[in-house]
């Protein structure tokens, strides 16, 4: 009999200690799905409007990596490379670069974290007060995989315009030649647009794309998400839930105009602009476009988007929606 009970005793104790073993990842240092304390998330942020919605949460967890670990990029080239080879969980990207990424990775898009943040300037000897008015000019753009010229394509076409649409290599490339006066109709993002109007006074903002858009557009200009690996999602998806509410909270401390002041020095203390005259003057013009949008809602606004610009649309598993 004592035998016997011994022997319950040793099961038991090595089902106990099976199952508390199972509670835990070693790849993630962290616990398994459904337990949130843990898990560290490692997060890439992308420097300008992308990443700008993130920078609260990063002040509020800014010296403890427990939960979360942030770095931010300027390139969102080398981000994805790090995403892919797991040295990061989640990343902030470009819509379109999401939706590439998606077809050469096992990846899902789990938020938008930013609408329209393009501008059209014009140097003082160019007056445009409409779209109509770009009928036989040159415009000069930047990046070019990013979005701007499927933008500015769709806009064009969308209001019978001809237009010659010259694409240089980088934002930066393109800031020296306003402050040169090389290029005197140009689009640009924030923050590049308030660094352009620093470099030439003589430059102004003439147009705001979003505005162009949804005149001619029932879907969102939705230009900035976030996506996660699959692997870590469908271990962690609890934490994952968990990251998404705070995120959400943080994009809308962030994109609250009232906020302008305090949120900015979070965007600059967080390296996600390098100055806080830079961010403060971003997130002026960028009033009502840091938003946060998920599930049902993101995917019917992403569909549209990706239509609009001839862009392939990724697979339905590629929308993540929170139950």
Excluded at 238 to 244: G, N, R, T
């Amino acid at each position: 009999m004592k035998k016997l009970l011994s022997l319950i005793l040793a099961l038991t104790l090595l089902v106990t200690a099976l199952s508390s073993c199972s509670l835990f990842d070693t790849d993630n240092g962290g616990a398994s799905n459904g337990d949130t304390e843990n898990v560290k998330i490692n997060i890439g942020v992308m420097s300008g409007p992308t990443g700008m919605g993130m920078a609260k949460l990063m002040n509020d967890n800014a010296g403890n990596e427990e939960n979360y670990s942030f770095k931010v990029y300027s390139d969102p080239t080398i981000g994805t490379t790090d995403l892919i080879a797991k040295d990061l969980d989640m990343l902030c990207l470009p819509t379109n670069a999401a939706a590439n990424l998606s077809k050469k990775s096992d990846v899902s898009v789990i938020a938008i974290n930013c609408l329209g943040s393009l501008y059209l300037l014009t140097d003082s000897d160019n007056t445009i007060t409409s779209i109509n008015e770009l009928e036989g000019k040159t415009i000069y753009t930047s990046v070019p995989t990013s979005t701007t010229k499927p933008i500015i394509d769709f806009i064009l076409k969308k209001n019978n315009v001809n237009a010659t649409i010259e694409v240089v290599s980088d934002h930066d490339s393109l800031v020296k030649m306003l402050a040169t006066g090389e290029a005197p109709i140009a689009i640009l993002p924030e923050p590049k647009v308030t660094a352009a109007l620093s470099a030439n006074k003589s430059y102004s903002v003439a147009l705001n794309l979003s505005e162009e858009w949804s005149n001619v557009s029932d879907t969102p200009l939705t230009m900035g998400c976030i996506v996660v690996r699959n692997e870590f999602l469908n271990d962690y998806k609890s934490a994952v839930d968990k990251f998404l509410t705070e995120y959400k909270a943080s994009i809308e401390y962030v994109g609250d105009i009232k906020n302008k002041d305090s949120a900015a020095q979070m965007i600059v203390d967080a390296g996600v602009l390098p100055k806080l005259g830079v961010a403060k003057g971003a997130l002026g013009n960028l009033y009502g476009s840091i938003i946060y949008q998920d599930g049902a809602e993101m995917k019917a606004s992403l569909l549209g988007f990706y239509d609009a610009i001839g862009l392939a649309r990724p697979a339905d598993s590629f929308y993540y929606e929170k139950k």
